[in-house]
């Protein structure tokens, strides 16, 4: 009887401490994104303000963590073109403001080292990467020919368009999580990230003889707490 309760009590042991090991981390996600892609003609790139959110689930053994999860993710760029007066056509120059983001539903695989600091901090860096299911395009358009008309328009991919884009593309993604314990079991922690698109959303074979290549990337900065569990 003794045996079997000493067994017992082991097994109960373990099973909270494998327990202790896995651990929560939702997360709200802002920064500013751009997409690698063709030269346009006489066409700014700039930066735009991109969104996400999710929540992971990690595995940590010892300082080691293994995490995987789901994220809503955002990338797009701000595009202003402007396109010259042509005399022998009568067309005037005019220019096109635009905003582009990009929503993806993306599922991480990431490796993290956790790096103790003084106090109640700690650093935790970690490389991975990310399939993501390229969801939708929202674009926001403004036209000097046309003042103060704003044009939106959101599409689903998948849909017959001349961007024709790859529902699934990957990305390659890496993060320095500056964690704080607050308490025994909850901790906060603010996460900058640099994920970039490495394989192309764009179908060059649909855009005739153009070269295009659409390749976005974002940095994050990630807000959150990690829950034991």
């Known amino acids: 009887m003794k045996l079997y309760l000493s067994m017992a009590l082991l097994a109960l042991s373990i099973s909270a401490s494998a327990q202790k090991r896995l651990y929560l981390k ?3 996600s802002t920064g500013i994104s751009q997409v690698n892609n063709m030269d346009r003609f006489n066409a700014k790139d700039k930066f735009i303000s991109v969104y996400g959110i999710g929540a992971d689930l990690g595995y ?4 080691l963590r293994l995490q995987t999860g789901l994220r809503i993710m955002q990338t797009g760029e ?4 402007n396109i010259p007066y042509v005399p022998f056509r009568h067309t005037p120059g005019f220019s096109i403001e635009r905003r582009t983001r990009l929503t993806h539903v993306v599922i991480p695989v990431l490796v993290a080292y956790q790096v103790k600091l003084p106090g109640r901090f700690s650093l935790v860096p970690s490389v991975g990467g990310m399939i993501s299911y390229n969801l939708a395009e ?12 704003k044009y939106r328009d959101t599409e ?8 024709a884009p790859v529902t699934f593309t990957f990305f390659a993604t890496a993060e320095l999580g500056v964690v704080y314990q607050l308490t025994k079991n909850i901790k906060l ?3 900058p990230a640099y994920n970039q698109m490495i394989t192309d959303m764009a179908h060059t074979t649909t ?3 153009l070269d295009i290549s659409v390749k976005p990337y974002n940095i994050m900065l990630n807000l959150g707490i990690v829950k034991e569990l």
């Open 207 to 209: 855009i005739g003889p």
């Open 138 to 149: 929202t674009t926001k358009s403004t036209n000097s020919q046309e003042p103060g008309v």
């Open 78 to 81: 701000a595009t202003d073109i």
């Open 26 to 28: 939702p997360s709200i």
């Open 60 to 63: 940590q053994l010892s300082r």
């Open 189 to 191: 922690h603010a996460t």
């Open 156 to 163: 689903l991919f998948g849909f017959d368009r001349s961007f």
